[in-house]
Each structure stands twice: as structure tokens, then as C-alpha cells.
């Protein structure tokens, strides 16, 4: 219960950090360009802004939609700042041509209620969650008591390293931007979001194998999503970064 009051605690201050988490494909006649674009100013524009702690790149192993991409903030209320805004609604030319390319877009301001573990893994595992309404206290509990504490010290476990639980923002979420717009169509969202880190993709694969042995459904889960597999291409640390 200590690790739940703490995180109890925290979303009481409003210390809990936010993260903004993209999910997407690309058109493949743009997608050296969204690559370089992506690395060469985008994830830098970001991360300049105030708030802004870290950001990483993933490429899906597998299924899924191709590319993983989330930035780490001080608080979801970062991704409503006038400064973040301000980009949003003033997007550099780069940017308005880049984001032609994005198809099948997820994208949802959260917050992190969940952080177990240390370190970054060079594979990620992410897996939605939609919880029943009104049972959201138990079900993260049990993720927060259980769940996570089994993933990351079981015998068949080795190599995973780090366990996130994200919830998301709808509000935040769904303002309407210039980015938006050009995009030209309306973004998917996930409710939450385990994120699992590993030391391989084969260990990632295998973090999605002992999901299997837990009854989230049992435990006030709605409905669960299918596992998906990422490698890491990309992390880069803000100036407020730690």
C-alpha cells in the first residue's frame, strides 16, 4: 500500500508527470523526410519547450502502427501551456509538410500514475487498457501492487526493466490546433496505457507473454488491447530533463 499512497499523494499536489503518447504510420512517399524531420528539429522544437523533460522514438517489431513516439513533461498541464499552444498553433514549414505523411494517428495527453523500476530499455512493450467506470482505483492498485512488482521481479523476467502505467487527458487531449488540422482528420486516443521497458525486443515479447497469466478484466478492466512490440531509435533529454 506505501508505493499507492505515495502515488496518492503525488496526483493529490498535482506532482504526478504528464506524457504526451503518439502512436502512427507514415506514407511511405514521405517517410525519410518525417525521419529526418523528426530528429533533426521536431523532437528538439519540443523539448525546448518549458516543462519538457525527454523524448523517445520507438519502431514497432511486428505488428502495430509503425512508429511509438512520447515526450515526458513536468505535468499534463504542460501540454495546455501558452507556450506548448504556441507551437501547436504556429507549426514551422517543416512541420506543415510533415504532417501530410501521418496516417492512422493516436495521440493523448496522460498522466503518469505508475512508474516502477529504473533505467531505459531499448524495447518497449505498450498495451491499452480501458478501465470499467468506477473501478479505476482497484485496478491500479492491483497493476501498482501486484502486476508490476511480479513483471519486474519474476525468475522468468530477466531483462525487463521498467513498468509504466499512463491515464488519459481527454480534455487536454482533444484541443482543437493548427497541427491538428493539418493532419485533416480527427486523432485516436487510448484511456490507459501500460508501457513495459525491456532490454530486448525478445524480452519485451516475453514481458507480453506473462500479461497473459493476469486477469485485468477480473481485476476492473473493461477491455484489454493487444500487446505490441517497439524498438527504441531515439531518445533525447531536455534541458529541465533528470
Not at 14 to 25: H, P, Y
Not at 84 to 93: A, E, F, G, I
Not at 144 to 166: C, K, M, Q, V, Y
Amino acid at each position: 500500500m506505501q508505493l499507492e499512497n505515495r502515488n496518492s499523494q503525488q496526483r493529490e499536489k498535482g506532482e504526478i508527470r504528464g506524457v504526451l503518447a503518439i502512436w502512427n504510420d507514415v506514407d511511405p512517399r514521405g517517410e525519410i523526410e518525417y525521419n529526418e524531420w523528426y530528429v533533426q528539429q521536431h523532437m528538439l522544437e519540443r523539448l525546448a519547450i518549458p516543462g519538457f523533460l525527454a523524448g523517445r522514438r520507438y519502431e514497432a517489431v511486428g505488428g502495430g502502427l509503425k512508429y511509438f513516439t512520447y515526450y515526458l513533461t513536468t505535468s499534463v498541464d504542460i501540454l495546455k501551456s501558452p507556450a506548448y499552444l504556441q507551437r501547436l498553433n504556429h507549426p514551422t514549414d517543416w512541420t506543415r509538410r510533415n504532417m501530410a505523411w501521418f496516417k492512422n494517428m493516436n495521440r493523448t495527453a496522460c498522466r503518469e500514475t505508475l512508474d516502477q523500476g529504473r533505467g531505459i530499455g531499448c524495447a518497449a512493450l505498450t498495451l491499452e487498457i480501458k478501465p470499467i467506470s468506477g473501478r479505476e482505483e482497484e485496478l491500479r492498485w492491483r497493476i501498482s501492487e501486484s502486476l508490476f512488482p511480479d513483471l519486474l521481479g519474476s525468475p522468468g523476467a530477466t531483462g525487463i526493466i521498467r513498468a509504466h502505467l499512463w491515464e488519459g487527458d481527454p480534455e487536454i487531449t482533444i484541443q482543437r490546433t493548427n497541427e491538428l488540422a493539418l493532419r485533416g482528420g480527427r486523432d485516436q486516443m487510448v484511456y490507459w496505457v501500460m508501457v513495459v521497458e525491456a532490454s530486448s525486443p525478445t524480452q519485451a515479447e516475453n514481458a507480453g507473454k506473462l500479461l497473459t497469466d493476469y486477469t485485468l478484466k477480473a481485476w476492473g478492466a473493461e477491455s484489454v488491447g493487444s500487446p505490441y512490440i517497439y524498438r527504441l531509435l531515439h531518445h533525447v533529454q531536455g534541458p529541465d530533463g533528470r
